[in-house]
């Protein structure tokens, strides 16, 4: 085979970066010139990178001034046509997703870096059920998905599951649980249906073939909203395991902020009581003996992460929820 016909590889390391300002839960973005447009994301070098996440974190460094902290790998991307160019023929390029966690660092910080934090249900504003089920559910997603389902074709790529199915499984269809933790289900569903921006920029036929798409969150370059969705569901499903909350919480805290953040990253109501009993069940936080008073009402306890719990059992997590 000759260098020309063989097909050129970059690697990109994508950094899906969360944070939580008061009750939303963020996420970092990084600038395409004056505009947020995508993740914080640079080329794989092997010479000046050792490995994949020593590189990841120098190219954040790089482009929002953030030493990032937690840092786990989720997934290699790596289809055809996320990153489209003239005939298709540039070199073929493969993401390596992470999901990274952090605490609110100091905006004017970032904002000399061109880099700023954006609410992530901006661009999955169906996953955010804390105030009860969307209405863009019913309003938008599912009328569009249950059009779709009903045109299944011998073209669609084999699977366990048909195109109802997947509908009700996803999407709370029919009486189904809603499941949290299908993130990126859902946005896959809606890409492969044509009803997202990225299905179109990647010249996806059922997107071209409709005459307008419905507004499902904004967009955003290359497959980083796919990313974002693969983060977000495996911080919901670690939610369960890891003490990985307290990696977005100060030092100390309330309880009622300890719930919000779970809230937030969940996109769930919590039962306030249901949820004390199981922080107090699970050891996982401890006082510190001092109060706050800064409401005026009565002085909530402080309290803060007890790390012991990590070599006392194998799973110390928040388990919250289940489906519903």
Same mark, same amino acid.
């Given at each position: 085979?000759?260098?020309?016909?063989?097909?050129?590889?970059?690697?990109?390391? &994508?950094?899906?970066?969360?944070?939580?300002?008061?009750?939303?839960?963020?996420?970092?973005?990084?600038?395409?010139?004056?505009?947020?447009?995508?993740?914080?994301?640079?080329?794989?070098?092997?010479?000046?990178?050792?490995?994949?996440?020593?590189?990841?974190?120098?190219?954040?460094?790089?482009?929002?001034?953030?030493?990032?902290?937690?840092?786990? +790998? *989720?997934?290699?991307?790596?289809? @055809?046509? @996320?990153?489209?160019?003239?005939?298709?023929?540039?070199?073929?390029? &493969?993401?390596?997703?992470? *999901?990274?966690?952090?605490?609110?660092?100091?905006?004017?910080?970032?904002?000399?870096?061109?880099?700023?934090?954006?609410?992530?249900?901006?661009?999955?504003?169906?996953?955010?059920?804390?105030?009860?089920? !969307?209405?863009?559910?019913?309003?938008?997603?599912?009328?569009?998905?249950?059009?779709?389902?009903?045109? %299944?074709?011998?073209?669609?790529?084999?699977?366990?599951?048909?195109?109802?199915?997947? *509908?009700?499984?996803?999407?709370?269809?029919?009486?189904?649980?809603?499941?949290?933790?299908?993130?990126?289900? @859902?946005? =896959?569903?809606?890409?492969?249906?044509?009803?997202?921006?990225?299905?179109?920029?990647?010249?996806?036929?059922?997107?071209? =073939?409709?005459?307008?798409? !419905?507004?499902?969150? %904004?967009?955003?370059?290359?497959?980083?909203?796919?990313? *974002?969705?693969?983060?977000?569901?495996?911080?919901?499903?670690?939610?369960?395991?890891?003490? &990985?909350?307290?990696?977005?919480?100060?030092?100390?805290?309330?309880?009622?902020?300890? +719930?919000?953040?779970?809230?937030?990253?969940?996109?769930?109501?919590?039962?306030?009581?249901?949820?004390?009993?199981?922080? =107090?069940?699970?050891?996982?936080?401890?006082?510190?003996?001092?109060?706050?008073?800064?409401?005026?009402?009565?002085?909530?306890?402080?309290?803060?992460?007890?790390?012991? &719990?990590?070599?006392?059992?194998?799973?110390?997590?928040?388990?919250?929820?289940?489906?519903?």
């Amino acid at each position: 085979m000759s260098a020309a016909d063989r097909t050129a590889i970059e690697i990109e390391l &994508v950094a899906a970066i969360v944070a939580v300002d008061g009750d939303e839960p963020m996420t970092l973005m990084a600038g395409d010139g004056a505009i947020l447009t995508g993740l914080p994301s640079g080329r794989f070098d092997p010479l000046a990178h050792h490995t994949f996440e020593i590189g990841l974190r120098a190219w954040v460094k790089a482009q929002t001034g953030l030493a990032v902290g937690y840092v786990e +790998q *989720l997934y290699t991307f790596g289809d @055809r046509g @996320r990153h489209p160019r003239p005939g298709d023929r540039g070199p073929h390029a &493969v993401s390596v997703g992470y *999901l990274a966690l952090t605490r609110m660092p100091d905006r004017a910080a970032l904002r000399s870096s061109g880099a700023g934090f954006k609410p992530w249900y901006r661009f999955f504003p169906w996953e955010d059920w804390r105030a009860g089920r !969307p209405e863009i559910l019913d309003d938008t997603i599912l009328p569009a998905l249950d059009a779709w389902a009903r045109h %299944e074709t011998r073209d669609d790529p084999p699977r366990p599951l048909g195109r109802r199915e997947r *509908l009700r499984q996803c999407f709370a269809a029919g009486g189904s649980p809603w499941d949290e933790e299908k993130v990126l289900d @859902r946005y =896959e569903l809606l890409y492969e249906a044509g009803l997202v921006e990225e299905a179109r920029h990647d010249g996806r036929k059922a997107a071209l =073939e409709r005459t307008d798409l !419905p507004a499902l969150g %904004e967009p955003m370059r290359h497959d980083h909203r796919r990313i *974002l969705a693969t983060a977000i569901a495996r911080l919901r499903a670690k939610l369960k395991y890891r003490p &990985v909350i307290f990696e977005l919480m100060a030092g100390e805290f309330t309880l009622t902020d300890l +719930q919000t953040t779970v809230e937030a990253i969940s996109g769930r109501h919590l039962h306030k009581q249901n949820f004390r009993r199981l922080v =107090e069940t699970g050891a996982l936080v401890e006082p510190t003996g001092e109060t706050w008073t800064a409401t005026g009402g009565r002085p909530a306890a402080i309290f803060r992460f007890r790390r012991e &719990v990590i070599q006392e059992r194998p799973s110390p997590g928040l388990r919250v929820g289940g489906r519903g």
